[in-house]
């Protein structure tokens, strides 16, 4: 089971034991972190991270709809992913991601 390592809005981080086949999303939702109100069809950005910048070449690159979300975001950093679009695989073991600001 990967362990990825989240950082909250508050600066708080956690480790998480991820399931494999499942979304960051899923792996990471809980109160208080990321609302995820599409529930995972890449249509709201409320899933919204920051991922570790020596993670990124090692991500799938975002597909256009993601792209679409993210770009109306007033937080969008070059590292700026959707939660959601991202299948957890046993490669992302160690994987550091930050919730962004809620837009």
């Known amino acids: 089971m990967p362990r990825v390592w989240l950082t909250r809005r508050d600066g708080s981080q ?8 499942r ?13 995820a109100i599409c529930g995972g069809c890449a249509s709201c ?15 799938p690159p975002i597909q256009p709809e993601e ?6 975001s007033d ?3 070059p590292n700026s992913r959707l939660s959601c679009q991202i299948k957890v695989t046993d490669d992302l073991d ?10």
């Open 14 to 21: 956690e480790p998480v034991d991820a399931r494999t086949g």
């Open 67 to 72: 792209e679409t979300i993210l770009a109306l």
């Open 23 to 35: 979304s960051l999303m899923l792996n990471i939702r809980k109160p208080g972190q990321i609302q």
């Open 45 to 59: 950005g409320t899933c919204h991270v920051y991922i570790a910048e020596d993670w990124v070449e090692r991500l």
């Open 75 to 77: 937080w969008r950093e």
């Open 94 to 103: 160690g994987l550091c991601v930050t919730v962004a600001p809620e837009d």
